[in-house]
């Protein structure tokens, strides 16, 4: 079945410094979204990629989808304390089941202030 | 407006007993999803439920393990017989599709199970 690797699975920066987590999938993917968790919260959404190549922006984050559709990465400029948590990519595949969305085991941020 | 809402939100029961779990998903919403998240792991699907279509239930770990959701709305997870390995976060999220051109998906803020 389909597969959802993220890495890495733990980081570790100074408040200021960038961050970047990366999404790949075993299959091609109709879209990708992305949820950030924040200790103790539940998932919630933050931006949903479908495009071959798409790049999306909100404010200091930064989403693409690869060419492929395969893999993502979200990428944060200077990070703050309030960006701690796990972040999570779901694939959703393009074959039958394609409702069903497939997460990633998550990349849990820790900001040094 | 309301969001997706479970309860309870936390239960300790013995090995061996059988729990139930709720959700409420938001109003007007017809696709409903249950996961399951262990401590510092990632969200593993159990169960979609879209509309009046027959349920997904192929993520569902073993025939302990059922759901049903009445009317469109309100899901129950039911847990027969729990093994100490069923203790983690059941988290509940609603859609307003389920479709394959992608929605968001709105969580609730789970069901913490521990079984002792």
């Known amino acids: 079945g389909q597969q959802v690797m993220q890495i890495p699975q733990y980081q570790h920066v100074q408040e200021g410094e960038d961050f970047t987590t990366y999404c790949n999938s075993s299959?091609?993917?109709?879209?990708i979204q992305w949820y950030k968790q924040r200790p103790g919260g539940h998932p919630v959404f933050l931006i949903q990629?479908?495009?071959?190549?798409e790049v999306k922006k909100q404010k200091r984050l930064t989403f693409q989808f690869g060419e492929a559709k395969k893999n993502s990465s979200l990428h944060i400029t200077a990070t703050q304390t309030t960006d701690v948590g796990t972040y999570f990519c779901?694939?959703?595949?393009?074959?039958?089941?394609?409702?069903?969305?497939?997460f990633g085991k998550g990349t849990l941020l820790t900001v040094n202030p | 407006g309301a969001g997706v809402s479970q309860s309870p939100s936390n239960k300790v029961t013995e090995k061996g007993k059988d729990v139930e779990l709720r959700c409420d998903p938001i109003?007007?919403?017809?696709?409903l999803y249950w996961y399951r998240q262990s401590l510092g792991q990632g969200l593993e699907f159990l169960i979609y439920?879209?509309?009046?279509?027959?349920?997904?239930k192929s993520g569902l770990p073993s025939d302990r393990f059922s759901a049903e959701r009445t009317g469109g709305s309100v899901s129950t997870l039911t847990i027969q017989r729990t093994q100490q390995e069923d203790s983690a976060v059941y988290l509940c999220?609603?859609?307003?599709?389920?479709?394959?051109?992608?929605?968001?998906?709105?969580f609730g803020p789970g069901t913490r199970l521990t079984v002792l």
């Open positions: 109003s007007g919403h017809t696709a």
């Open positions: 439920f879209q509309g009046n279509s027959a349920p997904d």
């Open positions: 990629l479908v495009k071959s190549g």
């Open positions: 299959t091609t993917l109709s879209n």
């Open positions: 779901a694939g959703r595949g393009s074959g039958g089941s394609n409702y069903k969305l497939t």
């Open positions: 999220a609603s859609s307003l599709a389920g479709l394959a051109g992608g929605d968001t998906q709105y």
